[in-house]
């Protein structure tokens, strides 16, 4: 089976399944000298199949996944925690809900390719069936069996979850 016939088929699964934004940062551009902060701006919504992101009509490879909040003034012992705490400001500077998940950096991946031979972030092809790789340290496992397990955890999550 095709990659391309996979992810439509895992879309025909995810219809009424739960969605999550995906963003677009931005940084304006100083006025007479002066910087503006940086928003992230909705530009779409997609279904989070842990390293996918499954649209209507494309699948993205994950990026950042941050949760919007307003800016409060807070100590950080991390300099990545500092960037985090401004990427969820800006994403409610942008018009993100308080508390919704939102996704930026991510990359459009390329089916037709991965069918063909190529590999397209961590969709390839191994021994002729479309798989994918999970994580960056793991294996590649078949992409049916993956858009399986994903959907049917979004579909249906843990208690508790």
């Known amino acids: 089976m095709s990659t391309r016939v996979l992810l439509e088929a895992a879309r025909a699964r995810l219809a009424d399944a739960p969605r999550e934004a995906l963003g677009e940062l931005i940084v304006p551009r100083r006025v007479l000298g002066v910087g503006r902060l940086p928003r992230i701006a909705r530009c779409g919504s997609a279904w989070h199949l ?17 949760r919007a909040r307003q800016e409060v003034r807070r100590g950080f012992t991390a300099e990545s925690q500092r960037q985090r705490a401004e990427l969820a400001a800006a994403a409610r500077r942008g018009g993100i809900t308080e508390g919704e998940t939102v996704h930026i950096g991510w990359m459009t991946l390329d089916a ?22 999970w994580s960056t340290a793991g294996g590649f496992m078949p992409l049916a069996a993956y858009l399986d397990e994903r ?11």
Do not use: E, F, Y
Request: aromatic content about 0%; glycine content about 14%; proline content about 8%.
């Open 151 to 161: 959907v049917g955890l979004l579909r249906h999550p843990p208690a508790g979850a």
């Open 50 to 66: 842990g390293v996918l992101l499954v649209t209507d009509d494309a699948v993205l490879a994950t990026g950042d996944i941050v």
């Open 112 to 133: 037709d390719a991965v069918d063909s031979g190529a590999a397209s972030g961590p969709l390839a092809l191994r021994d002729g069936v479309p798989s994918v790789r």
